[in-house]
Nanobody, 116 residues
Framework: QVQLVESGGGLVQPGGSLRLSCVAS????????MGWYRQAPGKQRELVAG???????NYLDSVKGRFTISGDNAKNTVYLQMNNLKPEDTAVYSC??????????WGQGTQVTVSS
């Protein structure tokens, strides 16, 4: 019943920027966590950044200083501003929401490709 819709991915040059958005809709009860994961081909999915109890947290070391997570509680939306993108940032980025009642919800993912 909870749906996550991601947008904002695409192809960018190294050093470029993208802003990902994730909009949650449906029967949300209580959001415990909302954040972004990424998975590159052949690699494990990793947490990029999240928001817990209204505060940004869990920034991946490799993105600190370059990525910023933010949210709009009223709209159940989380953003990931990605600056100074590097080829190693290339991955499918997926939004994750943990609802205290409904559990772990995933979006479909959006492709981010950083290449010259």
């Amino acid at each position: 019943q909870v749906q996550l819709v991601e947008s904002g991915g695409g192809l960018v040059q190294p050093g470029g920027s993208l802003r990902l958005s994730c909009v949650a809709s449906g029967s949300i009860v209580s959001i415990a966590f909302m954040g972004w994961y990424r998975q590159a081909p052949g690699k494990q999915r990793e947490l990029v950044a999240g928001i817990r109890n209204g505060s940004p947290t869990n920034y991946l070391d490799s993105v600190k200083g370059r990525f910023t997570i933010s949210g709009d509680n009223a709209k159940n939306t989380v953003y990931l501003q990605m600056n100074n993108l590097k080829p190693e940032d290339t991955a499918v980025y997926s939004c994750n929401l943990v609802d205290r009642a409904r559990g772990n919800i995933w979006g479909q993912g959006t492709q981010v490709t950083v290449s010259s």
